[in-house]
Structures are given as C-alpha cells and as structure tokens.
C-alpha cells in the first residue's frame, strides 16, 4: 500500500491498519495486545463493509476503493504472518523456559543428593574421630 497522500486524504480504515501494524511492530506487551484489539475491530469493520457492498446494487458490478483491498491485505495477510511469526516465537521460548526449569530442578535435586552425602560423611567422621581421640 502506499501512503503517499496527506493524512487527511487517507481512508481512516487504511490509517488505523498502518496504526495497528506499527504498534505491533515498535510496541511493547501492552502495545501489541492494543494492535490485535485493533486488528479484530478492523477485521469487523471489513467484513461489514464488504457484506454492504455485496447487497447494495451500486457496487455489484464496480470494484472495491483501493484503500479496502489495502487494508485487507494489511490486516489479513501481513499482521496475520507478523502475528504468527511472534505467536512460534513466544512459544519457543516458553518451551525454553520449560526445559530450563527442569534443568535447574534437575541439578537443585543432585545438590540436595550430594548435600546429604556430604552430611554423612562427615558425621562419620566425627565418629572415626571421637573414637580415635577416646578410643
């Protein structure tokens, strides 16, 4: 899509998807959970517009205004592979945070193991010794 025009020129539904991706896109938790609050109303819209269009008589036989098939294109292809790109990455990652989990309870568990057959031998030295010193 282009952008070339001034703002105000500009279809608010093309704005608002060129809004939608940049919060993704730069934002942070709360900006991309605003950004997929926005793609749904978006997605909404679309289909609402595009359901009128398909009834009313004057558009059955015209094509749709560029900036509709602009934001389709934004909001259904582009945030859908932004979003699924994030989506398998937070998913990997929290398979990650799995595994280390269990790495770190793995080692906290022989610790605890080694711990003990620390504390017993030395308790039996301490024995050896007493029964040296007052043997």
């Known amino acids: 899509p282009s952008f070339h025009l001034s703002k105000d020129s500009q279809p608010h539904v093309l704005i608002l998807s060129f809004a939608m991706i940049g919060l993704w896109v730069t934002g942070g938790r709360a900006a991309r959970t605003r950004a997929k609050n926005m793609h749904e109303k978006l997605v909404t819209l679309l289909e609402s517009r595009m359901g009128d269009w398909k009834s009313q008589k004057d558009f059955k036989d015209t ?5 509709t098939f602009q934001a389709v294109l934004l909001n259904d292809t582009s945030f ?3 979003r699924k790109t994030v989506d398998e990455k937070v998913e990997k990652l929290n ?3 799995e595994k280390l989990q269990q790495q ?3 080692l906290q568990n022989k610790l605890l193991l080694q711990e003990g057959w620390h504390q017993e031998e030395l308790s039996q030295r301490r024995i050896l010794d007493c029964k040296i010193c007052y043997g």
């Open 95 to 97: 398979q990650d945070i």
């Open 104 to 106: 770190v309870q793995e």
């Open 80 to 82: 859908k592979k932004l």
């Open 63 to 67: 094509s749709w205004p560029m900036s």
